[in-house]
């Protein structure tokens, strides 16, 4: 069988993820590498011994014999690119979030169907093995009928201040919250269509990242189910997680809970600090990659080749999107507000 060629746009940190799943996967092949800073493209691509290395979109969709492409930008870089390969007439492959504006959502969509190409986002929790146990409980009735969901998916100040030099021009919502909110909505089998949030800000604006430090957001869904959403960007750097993740759903014949940030199935102890670190995301085993990071994209390539419908769709990812942007004018509003598609 032909593998099919993929291109990255974006070689920074989660790009170079896309590259590691690329190399081991069976029916995939990394035709090329594309990065206005052709230091970090170069990098990637010495890494994962790729051939094409390309500085800018345009120049790669003229030269670069590929079937399909991973947009790996920053979060509010996604939208232009995307259009530019669906009219190129590439499968496209979007990290989270989908877009950050109305008009970029509807953009994108336009530009997929006009266009006859395939398109997933990479809400990848949908592979995080306690999530999909949950869901699998779910769907064989043993929680009864869903009626709550609560989700805290929070990050430790570093991420903000020196993980991502491109968060001043996000959120916590864009990076953490599309997780969340894509969880919550497919757990409780519905899309979101009305929200209520506060804010907090000031803890990172004093530390020099203009955004906002803290979301608490109400969601209410088509189905009639409810829940509660926190996601934040300022948890203390003590943390041994960089992130703190609880979920719980709750049905009227049962319920379950995850904590997906306090394994303890590892504690590393050094003079600098005390981690637990990851099992479960992104890591390697004999030199092969592991965990539900890489799960998703691999994901993309098995039904891109299959025909099979993707596990996270469009539609999908565009409500995580346009929920977002209802929360975010709910809070600065203090009022409640309809998900607008
Ligand atoms: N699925 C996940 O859980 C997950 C985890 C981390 C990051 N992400 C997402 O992946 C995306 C990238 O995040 P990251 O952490 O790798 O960021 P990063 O800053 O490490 O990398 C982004 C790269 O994009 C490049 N770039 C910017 N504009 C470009 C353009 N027009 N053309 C080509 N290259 C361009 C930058 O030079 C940089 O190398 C974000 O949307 C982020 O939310 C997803």
Redesign the pocket.
Same mark, same amino acid.
């Given at each position: 069988m032909e593998k099919v060629r993929m291109a990255i746009?974006?070689?920074? !940190?989660?790009?170079d993820t896309h590259a590691g799943i690329f190399r081991e996967h069976p029916l995939a092949v990394t035709a090329g590498i594309?990065?206005?800073?052709q230091e970090?493209a170069a990098a990637v691509a010495e890494k994962y011994g790729i051939h094409g290395l390309y500085d800018s979109?345009d120049r790669m969709l003229a030269e670069c014999p590929c079937d399909a492409v991973s947009i !790996?930008?920053?979060?509010f870089?996604?939208a232009d690119?995307a259009v530019k390969c669906a009219r190129a007439g590439k499968h496209i492959l979007i990290?989270?979030p989908l877009a950050t504006s109305r008009d970029d959502v509807k953009r994108i969509m336009e530009a997929v169907e006009t266009n006859h190409v395939r398109a997933m986002v990479?809400l990848?929790n949908r592979w995080n093995p306690p999530f999909a146990l949950a869901k699998q409980a779910i769907e064989a009735g043993e929680l009864g009928n869903l009626k709550t969901g609560y989700f805290r998916l929070n990050d430790i100040k570093w991420v903000a201040t020196d993980m991502?030099?491109?968060s001043a021009f996000s959120s916590i919502l864009w990076?953490l919250g599309s997780?969340s909110i894509d969880t919550l909505s497919w757990l409780l089998g519905s899309r979101v269509k009305r929200v209520y949030a506060v804010s907090t800000c000031g803890v990172l604006k004093n530390m020099g990242v203009d955004t906002v430090d803290t979301y608490l957001s109400t969601l209410e869904f088509e189905n009639g189910c409810i829940a509660q959403m926190e996601n934040g960007w300022i948890d203390p750097n003590g943390n041994p997680n960089v992130n703190d993740l609880k979920c719980t759903v709750l049905g009227d014949r049962g319920k379950i809970a995850i904590d997906a940030s306090h394994h303890n199935m590892i504690q590393k102890y050094t003079d600098a600090a005390a981690t637990v670190p990851d099992v479960l995301v992104r890591n390697s085993v004999h030199g092969a990659v592991k965990g539900f990071?890489y799960e998703s994209i691999r994901s993309f390539i098995d039904r891109l080749v299959s025909g099979e419908d993707f596990i996270v769709s469009l539609e999908d990812a565009a409500n995580a999107s346009l929920a977002i942007l209802a929360i975010m004018e709910s809070a600065k509003k203090r009022e409640p507000v309809e998900v607008a598609y």
């Amino acid at each position: 069988m032909e593998k099919v060629r993929m291109a990255i746009v974006g070689a920074g !940190v989660w790009g170079d993820t896309h590259a590691g799943i690329f190399r081991e996967h069976p029916l995939a092949v990394t035709a090329g590498i594309c990065d206005t800073n052709q230091e970090k493209a170069a990098a990637v691509a010495e890494k994962y011994g790729i051939h094409g290395l390309y500085d800018s979109v345009d120049r790669m969709l003229a030269e670069c014999p590929c079937d399909a492409v991973s947009i !790996v930008t920053p979060d509010f870089l996604h939208a232009d690119i995307a259009v530019k390969c669906a009219r190129a007439g590439k499968h496209i492959l979007i990290e989270k979030p989908l877009a950050t504006s109305r008009d970029d959502v509807k953009r994108i969509m336009e530009a997929v169907e006009t266009n006859h190409v395939r398109a997933m986002v990479d809400l990848h929790n949908r592979w995080n093995p306690p999530f999909a146990l949950a869901k699998q409980a779910i769907e064989a009735g043993e929680l009864g009928n869903l009626k709550t969901g609560y989700f805290r998916l929070n990050d430790i100040k570093w991420v903000a201040t020196d993980m991502l030099s491109w968060s001043a021009f996000s959120s916590i919502l864009w990076f953490l919250g599309s997780h969340s909110i894509d969880t919550l909505s497919w757990l409780l089998g519905s899309r979101v269509k009305r929200v209520y949030a506060v804010s907090t800000c000031g803890v990172l604006k004093n530390m020099g990242v203009d955004t906002v430090d803290t979301y608490l957001s109400t969601l209410e869904f088509e189905n009639g189910c409810i829940a509660q959403m926190e996601n934040g960007w300022i948890d203390p750097n003590g943390n041994p997680n960089v992130n703190d993740l609880k979920c719980t759903v709750l049905g009227d014949r049962g319920k379950i809970a995850i904590d997906a940030s306090h394994h303890n199935m590892i504690q590393k102890y050094t003079d600098a600090a005390a981690t637990v670190p990851d099992v479960l995301v992104r890591n390697s085993v004999h030199g092969a990659v592991k965990g539900f990071a890489y799960e998703s994209i691999r994901s993309f390539i098995d039904r891109l080749v299959s025909g099979e419908d993707f596990i996270v769709s469009l539609e999908d990812a565009a409500n995580a999107s346009l929920a977002i942007l209802a929360i975010m004018e709910s809070a600065k509003k203090r009022e409640p507000v309809e998900v607008a598609y």
